[in-house]
């Protein structure tokens, strides 16, 4: 079992930056692809970022790409989300995970662990 705990949330104004961390309880969980959804109110979950086990590989929703920057310290069990040039339409729970494979995964149907979620708030 792993446990993913996620902090660095908070409420931040258009413009601002936010970085987020998960923590794994883990160290076998920084060999396997890690993500970063989202969910706001009467919408469905949705991939925000992702990145491989190695760190190689990453991928962004189109709406985040070249505002956000996903990274990993596998040495900390620590995978990141710096956030820049928030939006408010950026407002959801955002949820860390692990999934069970190395590769590159954007389907979070192949996520197995999950963090409890961490709120971000972008006023306007």
């Known amino acids: 079992q792993v446990q993913l705990v996620e902090s660095g949330g908070g409420l931040v104004q258009d413009g601002g930056s936010l970085r987020l961390s998960c923590v794994a309880s883990?160290?076998?969980?920084?060999?396997?692809?890690m993500g970063w959804f989202r969910q706001a109110p009467g919408k469905e979950r949705e991939i925000v970022a992702a990145i491989s086990g190695s760190g190689g590989i990453t991928h962004y929703e189109d709406s985040v790409k070249g505002r956000f920057a996903i990274s990993r310290d596998n040495a900390k069990s620590t995978v990141y989300l710096q956030m820049n040039r928030l939006k408010p339409e950026d407002t959801a729970v955002y949820y860390c995970?692990?999934?069970?494979?190395?590769?590159?995964?954007?389907?979070?149907?192949?996520?197995?662990?999950w963090g409890q979620g961490t709120q971000v708030t972008v006023s306007s």
């Open positions: 883990r160290r076998t969980a920084t060999s396997v692809a």
């Open positions: 995970a692990a999934s069970r494979f190395s590769g590159l995964q954007i389907s979070p149907r192949v996520y197995d662990y």
